[in-house]
């Protein structure tokens, strides 16, 4: 039997040898085989910016449900405002702002609740407010969840200062239906996701 009657088939199985061994190999583009459980309640105190301050270890973004993809678009200025995203608001109050500025809110349908937040890197003068809701998570019974601001890639960065404070205080009394919810005071733009 001649090779040259099966380039065809060879070529399919020398295909499909590659591709099998390298199965545990990164894609170029990025893209995580792994169950999104997998990847949420991973846990390295090893990697950069993973671990909590104490050293203890052990962060964890919290594992939810996806909800439907919303976003939202509002120019704020030097008065404040507020910006709803899902079941998350942003709370600018006055003063934390110079000029007005075009901010926008993603809370994307993910297995994390986490929020993005643009321009990218948009300082405040002074703190800003993130309230985000975890009803829709599972929070391991005795921990306190908080906000992580975290990469693209969801490593967690460093945890937001919690703030302790009713939503009649922030304003937003009216508004906020849900039960399970986490405050963190924003100095900046970036990625935020509910971790414990």
Known sequence: MSLRRFPIPLGLLL????AASNCGVPSPVGVDGRAPDVLV???????????????AGGDSLLSCRPLPYDSATRTLGPAGGVLKVGHNWLLVPKGALREWVRI?????SDTVALIRLQPEGLRFQKPAFLVATYDHCRVRKGLTPRIAHVTDALDVIEYLPSVDASLGHLGLQKVHKWNRRVVGELQHFSNYAVAW
Do not use: L, Y
Request: net charge positive; hydrophobic share 25%.
């Open 41 to 55: 309640s991973t846990s390295s105190p090893s990697k950069p910016g993973r671990g909590d301050a104490t050293g």
């Open 15 to 18: 295909g499909a040898t590659m």
């Open 104 to 108: 926008t809110a993603v809370a994307p």
